[in-house]
Structure formats: structure tokens, C-alpha cells
């Protein structure tokens, strides 16, 4: 396993732990989960662009969105503006 793959599992478990923290609800967390699969259809179209884009510009630009999704993330948290909807894709 890559260590994408583990950053990606990791923060599925500590979004929906966020989720049952914030809200005591068992449903909203098995709705985040599945948002969040939901966008598995687009391996189809990803699938695609990653056959034209240089595999190192790919990996840079998606880990470098990632870590600016998660620190924006991070400071809603810390702020206390984090929202349930927020958490959903």
C-alpha cells in the first residue's frame, strides 16, 4: 500500500469519527462514507487525463491539493466553524 492510499484511509476514519463526535450520529456518518465513495465514478475520467499528464506533475499537483484541502480543513476545525455539511464532498 502507498502511502496516498494510507493517507486517504486515514482521513476517512477521522472524518467520520469528527462526524460522530460533532453530531452522536451513526447515519451522517455512514453519509460522509458514502459521499465520499460516490465519487468513484470519475476513475473513469481521471483514468483518462493520467495517461497524458507526466506521472510526476500529476502525483505533485494532486498531493499539493490534497494538503490544501486538508489544511483548510484544519483551520475551519480549529476556528470552530467546521460544519457537517463542510465534511462532505
Request: glycine share 12%.
Amino acid at each position: 500500500m502507498t502511502l496516498v492510499g494510507m493517507g486517504n484511509q486515514m482521513e476517512q476514519v477521522v472524518l467520520g469519527w469528527y462526524v460522530l463526535t460533532l453530531t452522536d450520529s451513526p447515519f451522517l456518518v455512514g453519509l460522509v462514507g458514502s459521499a465520499r465513495m460516490a465519487l468513484n465514478f470519475l476513475a473513469l475520467f481521471t483514468g483518462a487525463i493520467a495517461d497524458r499528464v507526466p506521472r510526476q506533475r500529476l502525483l505533485a499537483g494532486v498531493e499539493f491539493a490534497m494538503a490544501l484541502l486538508g489544511t483548510g480543513m484544519l483551520v475551519l476545525i480549529v476556528s470552530g466553524r467546521l460544519e457537517v455539511w463542510n465534511a462532505t464532498p
